[in-house]
């Protein structure tokens, strides 16, 4: 079974940036998309980031367009979010997720495997 491992939260102040990581393990063949999603509490998930299985093609939530950018090394079954200019409304648990497809998507319910998250915190 397919495992996800997330690093690299933790706590910054606004204008710092941080790098998440994302790990995968296990039977993994053919194309897979690759996505971040946040969650803050009292709040629905909702979609960061995403790209699809060779890394080309990648989508982001308005809300983080220019600020965050994600890359992925298929060899090592990675993923990575770069988040710059951070601000408090980035402050929430964030989630690797992957799904068999070889197009990038953004809808919760097209990811099959799900991380434990990590959280990040934004302070003002």
């Known amino acids: 079974q397919v495992q996800l491992v997330e690093s690299g939260g933790g706590l910054v102040q606004a204008g710092d940036s941080l790098i998440l990581s994302c790990a995968a393990s296990?039977?993994?063949?053919?194309?897979?998309?690759m996505g971040w999603f946040r969650q803050a509490p009292g709040k629905e998930r909702e979609f960061v980031a995403a790209?699809?299985?060779?890394?080309?093609?990648?989508k982001y939530a308005d809300s983080v367009k220019g600020r965050f950018t994600i890359s992925r090394d298929s060899a090592k079954n990675t993923v990575n979010l770069q988040m710059n200019s951070l601000q408090p409304e980035d402050t929430a648990v964030y989630y690797c997720?992957?799904?068999?497809?070889?197009?990038?998507?953004?809808?919760?319910?097209?990811?099959?495997?799900w991380g434990q998250g990590t959280q990040v915190t934004v302070s003002s």
């Open positions: 997720a992957s799904t068999y497809g070889f197009d990038v998507e953004v809808a919760t319910t097209r990811y099959a495997v």
């Open positions: 296990g039977p993994m063949f053919g194309g897979y998309a």
């Open positions: 790209t699809n299985w060779s890394g080309v093609i990648t």
